[in-house]
């Protein structure tokens, strides 16, 4: 049997480590997914008012003809891929930081959805899904009608 010698905080990187591993890492920018090593993700703002809800997705460089938007079981899921262009290799130094791939992004969305009164632009890089709220999600005044001995002080009063 091998004696081993326990080391407590073996495996833990001290602060100065983790931020240089940070800095060296281009593509996890703030905000990124964790998972989105290897592979990227789309920035996305998304915002709620009484008539809708509103997504927008950084993707530039992609054309229209590579992206998906589907709504199915109150889940909106983005596809699409950005090619990469020519590849230029030279002699000289090679760095490549920008995001080329496939990507997929879901969101569970938080009301119900007029599905067929989806609308999806694209311009200047900027993908802008507008989603609809149906009636039934959109938020409403409810009315109390008076009832019982309160109500009929109430109604004598008036």
């Not at 090593?37 to 998304?46: K, N, T």
């Amino acid at each position: 049997m091998n004696l081993a010698r326990w080391e407590p905080f073996r495996g833990f990187l001290t602060v100065h480590d983790r931020m240089n591993q940070l800095m060296s890492e281009p593509y996890l920018r703030v905000g990124a997914p964790l998972d989105a090593v290897g592979g990227w993700y789309p920035a996305v703002d998304i915002h709620e008012d009484q008539e809708r809800i509103v997504l927008r997705a950084e993707l530039p460089g992609v054309g229209t003809n590579d992206i998906d938007v589907s709504v199915e079981d109150g889940t909106l899921t983005l596809r699409g891929e950005k090619k990469q262009e020519k590849q230029v290799e030279s002699e000289g130094a090679f760095r490549q930081e920008r995001y080329y791939g496939s990507f997929s992004r879901s969101f569970v969305l938080p009301a119900a959805i007029k599905a067929d009164a989806i609308n999806a632009t694209y311009k200047d890089g900027i993908l802008e899904v507008v989603l609809p709220k149906a009636e039934e999600a959109k938020p409403r005044k409810i009315k109390i009608a008076a009832s019982g001995i309160g109500a009929k002080e109430d109604s004598a009063r008036r």
